[in-house]
C-alpha cells in the first residue's frame, strides 16, 4: 500500500472536458508537491503547496491541499491535449529527511 | 532555472556488465536522488546523497551503489547488471535541508538483455 494514493490511475478524456484529480494519505504533509512528466522524460515540477487549505492556480491548472495537510487535488478547466501526461503528487514530511513519498501518478489523456 | 543532466537517454547492456549512470545539476544543490521508475510501481527512491563523500540507501538499494565525489556529479553503478533492473531511472536534485521541491533530469532509459 502506497503512502501516497493517487485517484484515478488513469484517465482519457475529449478536449475541451474539466477533470479532478485526487491524491491521499492518512499520514500528515508538511508540504505537498505536483509534477507533470512527458513521455521518455523526467517529471517537471508545477507547483507546492504549504499551508492547510491552500489554493494555488496556474493557468488552467488548480491545486487544492486539504485543511489537515493528508490530501490534494488537482482540477483542470478546458482540458486541452497539451495536458496529456502522467501527474505526480508527492508529499514532503520533515521527520523524513530530505526525500519526498511519491503517489503512483494519474495518467492522462486529452483526445483532440 | 535548475538544469539536471544525465549522461545517456538510452542504454542497452547484456547481464553482468557494469553499468554507470551519470547525473550532474549545475545549480550547487546539497541533495541528488536516485529513483527507477516502473509501470504501476511509480517512482523508488534508489539511494540518495546530502553531501560530497555522503550516500544515504533509500528503498530498493539492492544491486546498485552510488558515488558522489564532486558536489555537481552523482553516479548510480549496476555491478552485474540484471534483467530485472531495466528500467527507467531519474536523477534528481534539491536545494538543502528542509528544502524539498526536486528538479528532475530527463532519465535514462536502461536496458538489459
Known amino acids: 500500500t502506497q503512502l501516497l494514493e493517487q485517484s484515478p490511475q488513469f484517465l482519457s478524456i475529449q478536449e475541451g472536458e474539466n477533470l479532478t484529480v485526487y491524491c491521499n494519505s492518512s499520514s500528515v504533509f508538511s508540504s505537498l508537491q505536483w509534477y507533470r512528466q512527458e513521455p521518455g522524460e523526467g517529471p517537471v515540477l508545477l507547483v507546492t503547496?504549504?499551508?492547510?487549505?491552500e489554493v494555488k492556480k496556474l493557468k488552467r491548472l488548480t491545486f487544492q491541499f486539504g485543511d489537515a495537510r493528508k490530501d490534494s487535488s488537482l482540477h483542470i478547466t478546458a482540458a486541452q491535449p497539451g495536458d496529456t501526461g502522467l501527474y505526480l503528487c508527492a508529499g514532503y514530511r520533515r521527520n523524513a529527511g530530505n526525500m519526498l513519498t511519491f503517489g503512483g501518478g494519474t495518467r492522462l489523456m486529452v483526445k483532440p | 532555472d535548475v538544469k539536471v543532466t544525465q549522461s545517456s537517454r538510452y542504454l542497452v547492456k547484456r547481464t553482468g556488465e557494469k553499468v554507470f549512470l551519470e547525473c550532474v545539476q549545475d545549480?550547487?544543490?546539497?541533495?541528488m536522488f536516485w529513483y527507477r521508475q516502473d509501470p504501476g510501481l511509480g517512482l523508488r527512491l534508489i539511494y540518495f546523497?546530502?553531501?560530497?563523500?555522503?550516500?544515504e540507501k533509500g528503498d530498493i538499494p539492492e544491486g546498485y551503489s552510488v558515488s558522489r565525489e564532486k558536489k555537481e556529479r552523482f553516479s548510480l553503478i549496476l555491478e552485474s547488471a540484471s534483467t530485472n533492473q531495466t528500467s527507467m531511472y531519474l536523477c534528481a536534485s534539491s536545494l538543502g535541508t528542509g528544502s524539498y521541491e526536486q528538479y528532475f533530469g530527463p532519465g535514462t532509459r536502461l536496458t538489459v538483455t
Open positions: 503547496v504549504v499551508t492547510g487549505g
Open positions: 546523497s546530502y553531501d560530497v563523500k555522503m550516500k
Open positions: 545549480m550547487d544543490h546539497e541533495n
